[in-house]
């Protein structure tokens, strides 16, 4: 296995991303005034902040499963400019990003209020009709393209990868556990059938939409700037509603049929009301929901592709248990 943690604690990994930081504050004629530092290192990513004249600016890298990142964030920073956290600059080779700090994020506020998920989901919903014509210059970036066509083709064929690993190793599945999740694809097909009727086009999926991944708005007026989009897939927009959902049953310690929810899942869908009536729209959120499970599951594996063993047995876990949920109600019982 890889051991990416150990590359961005070593000297030369930093070495040499102080030395892209200096040539790009050199070219826009910044100032640094004092040593990068190095808030954290996960698996998945690792981030520098930088001290300028011209205030912090945040340096990331992504693990080589999400590798891309920095490329569709330079994209979606000119497709939807007020939507995003655009990077200063980035290199691709490298997937590196240079980001100015845009100050606190939505979870500062530290409100429960249900008009908070309101205004991510909906301002999200805002950012997916801006990118929804531009799908395939997407692609190009490097986005995933998780279409609801393919899912359970997608499982399926997954499904020969973990059956066939050595019994110890932790993305393991017997026999037993990939008949069962075998068993549910009939759901997944009967999900995208269900979405083949309503015509809202694909667009983006952040998967892992909440308050710590958009800033503050500079006025109560403007739009929420996002940002992390490494598991972030092209695929049917409402499974971006995956994340919020499961987070706001834990944040109110609540069931799916909370009112709240409803509102808010419900204000999201006015956002798209050009495209059907919002009874019709209701009926493409749970099997949306579930492709949500698939995109999730997705995303840890293209990150567990490239894990030290430490961190296989820590989030392999994460991974399956998508798969064994696949069909699991979300907002239905």
């Given at each position: 296995?890889?051991?990416?943690?150990?590359?961005?604690?070593?000297?030369?990994?930093?070495?040499?991303?102080?030395?892209?930081?200096d040539l790009v504050l050199g070219s826009f004629g910044v100032t640094r005034l004092g040593p990068t530092?190095?808030?954290?290192?996960?698996?998945?990513?690792?981030?520098?902040?930088?001290?300028?004249?011209?205030?912090?600016?945040?340096?990331?890298?992504?693990?080589?499963?999400?590798?891309?990142?920095?490329?569709?964030?330079?994209?979606l920073g000119e497709l939807a400019p007020d939507h995003v956290a655009a990077p200063l600059a980035i290199e691709p080779s490298r997937g590196w990003l240079l980001t100015a700090d845009h100050g606190a994020t939505l979870d500062s506020v530290g409100s429960d209020d249900a008009s908070i998920w309101a205004r991510i989901t909906g301002d999200f919903a805002d950012l997916q009709q801006t990118v929804a014509p531009h799908g395939e210059r997407l692609a190009q970036a490097g986005l995933v393209v998780m279409n609801p066509e393919v899912a359970s083709n997608f499982v399926e064929?997954?499904?020969?990868?973990?059956?066939?690993?050595?019994?110890?190793?932790?993305?393991?599945?017997g026999p037993g556990e990939a008949d069962d999740i075998v068993r549910r694809l009939p759901a997944i097909e009967e999900a995208v059938e269900v979405l083949r009727?309503?015509?809202?086009?694909?667009?983006?999926?952040?998967?892992?939409?909440?308050?710590?991944?958009?800033?503050?708005?500079?006025?109560?007026?403007?739009?929420?700037?996002?940002?992390?989009?490494?598991?972030?897939?092209?695929?049917?927009?409402?499974?971006?509603?995956?994340?919020?959902?499961?987070?706001?049953?834990?944040?109110?310690?609540?069931?799916?049929?909370?009112?709240?929810?409803?509102?808010?899942?419900?204000?999201?869908?006015?956002?798209?009301?050009?495209?059907?009536?919002?009874?019709?729209?209701?009926?493409?959120?749970?099997?949306?929901?579930?492709?949500?499970?698939?995109?999730?599951?997705?995303?840890?594996?293209?990150l567990l592709v490239y894990a030290d063993d430490d961190s296989m047995r820590a989030y392999a876990p994460a991974a399956l248990h998508y798969l064994r949920t696949l069909t699991d109600p979300v907002l239905t019982t």
């Amino acid at each position: 296995m890889n051991n990416p943690r150990a590359v961005w604690a070593s000297p030369e990994w930093r070495q040499q991303a102080d030395q892209w930081i200096d040539l790009v504050l050199g070219s826009f004629g910044v100032t640094r005034l004092g040593p990068t530092e190095q808030p954290r290192i996960r698996f998945w990513s690792t981030q520098l902040t930088v001290p300028t004249d011209h205030g912090r600016l945040w340096f990331k890298e992504n693990n080589l499963g999400q590798f891309a990142e920095a490329s569709i964030m330079s994209l979606l920073g000119e497709l939807a400019p007020d939507h995003v956290a655009a990077p200063l600059a980035i290199e691709p080779s490298r997937g590196w990003l240079l980001t100015a700090d845009h100050g606190a994020t939505l979870d500062s506020v530290g409100s429960d209020d249900a008009s908070i998920w309101a205004r991510i989901t909906g301002d999200f919903a805002d950012l997916q009709q801006t990118v929804a014509p531009h799908g395939e210059r997407l692609a190009q970036a490097g986005l995933v393209v998780m279409n609801p066509e393919v899912a359970s083709n997608f499982v399926e064929n997954q499904l020969l990868l973990h059956t066939g690993l050595p019994s110890e190793h932790p993305l393991y599945l017997g026999p037993g556990e990939a008949d069962d999740i075998v068993r549910r694809l009939p759901a997944i097909e009967e999900a995208v059938e269900v979405l083949r009727g309503v015509g809202v086009p694909l667009s983006l999926d952040h998967n892992d939409l909440h308050a710590r991944n958009c800033f503050l708005p500079g006025s109560s007026t403007d739009p929420l700037r996002f940002f992390d989009f490494a598991d972030a897939s092209w695929a049917h927009p409402f499974s971006a509603l995956l994340v919020p959902v499961t987070q706001m049953r834990e944040q109110w310690n609540t069931t799916a049929d909370d009112p709240r929810i409803l509102a808010v899942v419900d204000a999201y869908l006015d956002h798209w009301t050009s495209y059907a009536p919002l009874s019709e729209l209701r009926t493409a959120v749970e099997p949306a929901l579930r492709l949500g499970g698939v995109h999730r599951y997705g995303s840890w594996l293209r990150l567990l592709v490239y894990a030290d063993d430490d961190s296989m047995r820590a989030y392999a876990p994460a991974a399956l248990h998508y798969l064994r949920t696949l069909t699991d109600p979300v907002l239905t019982t």
